[in-house]
């Protein structure tokens, strides 16, 4: 048996490893092989003590025959895991290892329903719903943006953007192109459009009614914590959109820092464009878009870069799998649209691309964290440009025109559309959005102040952080 206790006992607690002095209370070990067996299989080890102690197990044979009895009297449906008895340091210890199976597994005492049980990092937790469909989604082959939403046709999608995002590569865009892609799909006799399709091309409308979490939110924080903002942005475009949009955010938030070669200086971004791409398009197509209330988040820090994305990984896969190429695609629309568009190359082959362009560029390699019901990458900025230009505060220099100048200066409070353009003087609407509003919004000056409905009849504007940095820059802040 290649299984080497002695390596296996020096390591922590994990998404696929737990411990036990013995084996009360039973039901916890029944639970902790039930998690095992859904999420990514694992190994108990018993005899184990709190503080790494070996206290070994007395009558191996007798508990070895009471566990097998338990797991196959409460687990449902029939599963078998190897059982071994191992020695280390004179004392006889049990080792479970539990292979990943499609499930779901369930305590039967519990039901199909309560009884589900996965494993987030070193804990043992009850399944919600949404992770109990998703296994079952695995079983049937299916991911959750090829299912169908039958309340929606071709007409909630925007013919406009996939023409201009797929023209160029397939001419004009057919609706049996569309069922292709996968954006369509048959059902109940016609056509509806996915939650995929919805995802990456709904109609604005819809995907808010549908889908109002399939966004990304930015946030700049002022030092280490997310105590103080200094800059945020909710993109709800497009899932597409925000590939181009986050690395302006990233941009308008982070210094460049010099480097010398030689007599040639060259200015070098804090955080790598490549990695943050890369760490990006991985998050937004394997984001769990199932899970209600949580989304894409990118977050600026004094002293790192996190993005973080809902849901774990895929069900079967551990980080390591990761790190060695191995590549579970959740979300198979999104990942088609985006490799037939050349925003993502061959599949599982992203965290060697990051490696080696760290490597290569001298950054930090980034570290994945799978935290609670969530999957975190965490950057590090450029050992140099922490030594040369310390990003504590960030030194934001937007485009200011006179038309915008002059909008920062008369929105000192929060205020609707039509009163700002009453003390601007302007009564065109749309030459007040073009020369005034778009481009101050764009610079990241000035923000909804209910920007998760941006068309509300509620809506206002406000200055941003950075708006007000440049009113107390100009001398201008009261």
Known sequence: MNFDIA??????????LEFKQNISPLKQIMRTIVAFANTAGGIIVIGRGD?????????????????????????????????????????????????????????????????????LGSTTRQSGPEFIAEIKRQQSNKSFDQLPCPEYGIESLDHQLIQEEF?????????????????LTHFSGRNVV???????????????????????????????????????????????????????????????F??????????????????????LVNSIVHCDYSLIGMRVMVGIFSDRLEIQSPGILPFGMTLDDFKSGVSRIRNRVLARTFKELGIM???????KRIVDYCAEHGYPVPVWQEVGPVLRVIVAPHPEAEESSPHVTPHVTPHVTPHVNKLLVNCRKELGRGELQKRIGVKDR?????????PAMNAGLIEFTIPDKPKSKFQKYRLTAIGWQWLKDQKKFI
């Open 258 to 279: 010099p480097k010398i070669a030689g007599m040639v200086r060259e200015d070098i971004p804090a955080y790598p464009d490549f990695v943050i791409r890369e760490i």
């Open 51 to 119: 503080q790494g102690e070996i206290v070994g197990v007395d009558d191996p044979l007798a508990v070895e025959e009471q566990l097998a009895n338990s797991v196959a009297d409460s687990i449902a449906p029939m599963i078998m895991p190897d059982i071994d008895i191992v020695s280390l340091e004179g004392k006889s210890m049990l080792c479970i290892r539990v292979a990943h199976w499609p499930g779901p597994f369930y305590l039967e005492s519990e039901g199909k329903e309560h009884g589900v049980y996965i494993r």
């Open 167 to 183: 023209g160029k590569i397939i001419g004009k865009v057919k609706e049996q192109q569309l069922i292709s892609l996968g954006l």
């Open 194 to 256: 996915t939650y995929g399709g919805l995802i990456l091309f709904g109609r604005h409308d819809v995907r808010q009614m549908v889908l109002p979490d399939a966004r990304v939110s930015c946030a700049r924080f002022r030092g280490k914590n997310k105590a103080h903002f200094l800059d945020r942005l909710d993109l709800e475009g497009s899932i597409l959109d925000t590939i181009k949009q986050v690395p302006n955010f990233i941009a308008r938030n982070t210094r460049l």
């Open 430 to 438: 749309k030459h007040f959005y073009e020369a005034y509003l778009t």
């Open 7 to 16: 390596r296996i006992i020096t390591l922590p607690e994990s998404k696929t």
């Open 345 to 351: 190359e061959e599949w599982g082959s992203g965290y």
